[in-house]
């Protein structure tokens, strides 16, 4: 009786192992990309102010708003359109930066959301969404200002 | 002041150029993929976030490219490019090539044609540079100009490897690096 009892167990034991192994693997395998819009915003911000940010102190900026793993901080940015283009994955890419600035922020947006840029014009005051990838500072070598670039953009109700 | 472009040959791409060709240009629209082959698993990643400049006179040539910025399929994936003991992108946010064309007096910037650039200059990646020497083309067509690239990197010679767990036996020690371009006039 023992002996059943106890192989009972074993088993029970191990065939929870191996789901619970399989399981976390396959989600591990499987796992989807954090959706963006879905979660919260971080940061609340005119491009103006996190242009200024982070030439003032790129470090700590960087420090503040990338991830160690990638899945950086999401903002919503506030700004004037300067520019609208489209990137080599057929998504729309829009500059938001302000007359006087040094740079500004680009966002692009996603095949589900480009539609949206089609009602935009340059110099319309829009509030967008999305996750930072780099941030603005000068270089020297390409001898310019690089923006701020945001990604998986979405147009938000203006803040 | 002279800096170098790089890499061997891949795809074409036009642009359009609204001066005479010369001085600056300035590229904001870019694909950048790479692709590592191993037994165990094909990995594919693809970045379309770079910056890039070339000046036609002096050949020299810069890309800016966002490491944050490349997209994998797998999620897992990209967490782990991103991570301290890969990439480490939150320390090293950018990718960088600075080069020069070495033959830019045989390209003509205002002729439609396709043109072999011999680029040399340095990759920096996770904070080490390296000295690269590479081949592309430059095609010119309509008043468009377009780059083109395909390189290998070894991951090794930037800091980058791994001695067990499964990086060692899913990532290539070497990584093929496939770059377009297009250009406007700045």
């Known amino acids: ?159 | 002041m002279k800096k170098i472009i790089l890499s061997t040959i891949s795809l074409a791409l036009l642009m359009t150029f609204s001066a005479y060709g010369q001085g600056k240009l300035k590229s904001s629209k870019s694909h950048i993929k790479f692709y590592s082959h191993t037994v165990a698993e094909d990995i594919e990643a693809n970045n379309y976030s770079s910056v890039s400049t070339i000046d036609t006179e002096s050949g020299e040539v810069v890309f800016s490219v966002p490491m944050q910025g490349f997209e994998f399929e797998k999620s897992t994936m990209q967490k782990h490019f991103n991570q301290e003991n890969f990439l480490d992108t939150k320390n090293h946010p950018k990718g960088k090539l600075v080069g020069r064309i070495t033959n830019v007096d045989e390209i003509d910037f205002s002729k439609d044609g396709v043109y072999q650039a011999n680029v040399e200059g340095k990759l920096s990646i996770k904070g080490e540079s390296r000295s690269i020497s590479e081949k592309g083309s430059i095609t010119v067509k309509n008043g468009n100009i377009g780059v083109e690239s395909k390189f290998n990197v070894t991951l090794a010679d930037y800091g980058i490897s791994f001695v067990k767990g499964k990086p060692s036996t899913n990532v290539a020690g070497e990584v093929e690096v496939t770059v377009i371009a297009d250009y406007l006039a700045e």
């Open chain 1, 1 to 159: 009786m023992k002996k059943k009892k106890i192989i009972k167990l074993v088993l029970g034991v191990a065939i929870i192992g191996t789901l619970i192994g399989g399981g976390s693997a396959a989600y591990m395998f499987y796992r989807p990309h954090r959706d963006v819009q879905a979660a919260k915003t971080d940061y609340s911000l005119t491009n103006s102010e996190i242009v200024k940010e982070y030439l003032k102190d790129r470090q700590a900026a960087d420090s503040k708003y990338l991830a160690a793993d990638g899945d950086s901080k999401i903002l919503e940015v506030t700004g004037t359109v300067n520019k609208i283009s489209e990137n080599y994955n057929d998504q729309k890419v829009i500059l938001l930066k302000e007359d006087g600035d040094h740079a500004g922020v680009s966002a692009t947006f996603t095949a589900e959301t480009n539609h949206k840029v089609s009602y935009l014009e340059v110099g319309q005051m829009v509030t967008v969404k999305g996750v930072i990838r780099s941030g603005a500072a000068f270089d020297e070598d390409l001898g310019f200002y690089e923006n701020v670039i945001l990604e998986k953009s979405d147009l938000v109700a203006q803040k």
